[in-house]
């Protein structure tokens, strides 16, 4: 059964700094595409960073580009989200998405929230002062 678990979000400054953790169960995250996407109250779901199956190739959406680093630790069966200089604007609930697809994430294609089947929850990251 695949299970994800996202954990890492909280109040944090503009400027500040978190790392989500994407926590994968029952399956080999390896052999996954896994996405990162946020919502904020009142908006559609983003697609923030994209980890394609093994081996990986990173994606980001252009919001966030130069702030967010996607990466995935094996051993830990873990996909994490780094994300850095904090801007009010990326207050939303984080979620990560798994699919067994190896074209998904790769250059040369689009990923939206309705390539993925398996979710986790969420994570709040409010950004204020």
């Known amino acids: 059964q695949v299970q994800l678990v996202e954990s890492g979000g909280g109040l944090v400054q503009p400027g500040g700094s978190l790392r989500l953790s994407c926590a994968a169960s029952?399956?080999?995250?390896?052999?996954?595409?896994i996405g990162w996407f946020r919502q904020a109250p009142g908006k559609e779901r983003e697609g923030v960073s994209c980890?394609?199956?093994?081996?990986?190739?990173?994606r980001y959406g252009d919001s966030v580009k130069g702030r967010f680093t996607i990466s995935r630790d094996n051993a830990k069966n873990t996909v994490y989200l780094q994300i850095d200089n904090l801007k009010p604007e990326d207050t939303a609930v984080y979620y990560c998405?798994?699919?067994?697809?190896?074209?998904?994430?790769?250059?040369?294609?689009?990923?939206?929230?309705?390539?993925?089947?398996?979710w986790g929850q969420g994570t709040q990251v409010t950004v204020s002062s």
């Open positions: 998405a798994a699919e067994a697809n190896v074209f998904l994430c790769r250059y040369g294609r689009s990923w939206y929230p309705t390539d993925f089947t398996s």
């Open positions: 029952g399956f080999n995250s390896a052999d996954y595409a």
């Open positions: 980890i394609s199956s093994s081996p990986d190739t990173e």
